[in-house]
């Protein structure tokens, strides 16, 4: 089916059109967010926004990128506004109880290592952090990743070389403490 | 590398990590954990990072559970309904609004029509008016008669 087609489609709210894009892009959507909040819970209700988002403004999608560009793109906003509506609740989250994190049955250590890894990712400047979560957790090439940020490849590249060594300084500094 | 001991030292360790991408710190390397095996502080170090990226290449992989795709989907189709149901109010508020102003529109029209018509009976009364006015004040008229 052409892509014109399929978002004509969706235009018309055509039932099995709107289950196909869900299940065609579900998964990197809740990846997406879930690299940025770092929270399963959190990372799903994102994705059911991105979703709902998609439809009410699919009217207005111009067709210059792909549709799953487009999701992403929006999965990336709704995640960075969800770290800003929620910079007070999730500060806490930092200092006080680290069940309310996820509910899996990881170890203490394990949810320390978690919580180092999610602090580490927060404290990535936002470009960075960007690059980082589509060339990392979507396996995105320089030029999908140019794609949907509008970055060029060269600064996309310097952007991914930056975080990581920011990261791992991060990271470093944590396992030091931890070690210590 | 130091060549005479084809180990690596602490700062190469280093460097080797901030070299290499994600996958390929996962993957490893024989020098690497020569060098781990060895030194204690690195070891730590490494192992630290390796956890982290470990962490994180689960949550690469992970996927939304059935149950939640199955919420999304059920979700889309109630915003659906909802968004057609209210594009059908809209439409037919938009078409009310448009037989109300076609009606007033003609009547407006006609209005000013008949305005037009009676304003021109108007104009010809009142150009007979000025022309008898006009004959009346003449007092030749009258001296022509008694002439």
Sequence with gaps: M???????QLQRGDQIALT???EDNQDNVYRTCLAYVQNEHDAADITQNVFINVLEKVGQFKG????STWLIRIAINLSINFLRDNKKRLKQLDVTDLQMESDDNSDDSQKEAKRAVRNAIYSLPDKQKKVFVLHFYLKLSYKDIASVTNYSVSSIESLLFRARKKLRS?????????NS | MNENKLIMDCKELKIWVDRVNEDELLLGNANVQTHI???ESCSLYYKGLLDSYSIMKTQRESSLSKQMSAQIINKLQEVNSTHRVDTRKTLFVLS???????????MLTGGLIGEVINKEKEDDSAAWQTEFSLLADDGESDLYLFD
């Design chain 2, 37 to 39: 095996n060895e030194c």
């Design chain 1, 2 to 8: 052409s892509k014109d087609i399929f978002i004509e």
């Design chain 1, 20 to 22: 196909r894009l869900v």
């Design chain 1, 64 to 67: 210059e990128a792909t549709l």
């Design chain 1, 170 to 178: 991060l990271l470093q500094g944590y396992y030091q403490t931890v």
């Design chain 2, 96 to 106: 009310r609004i448009a037989a109300v102003l076609v009606v007033s529109i003609g």
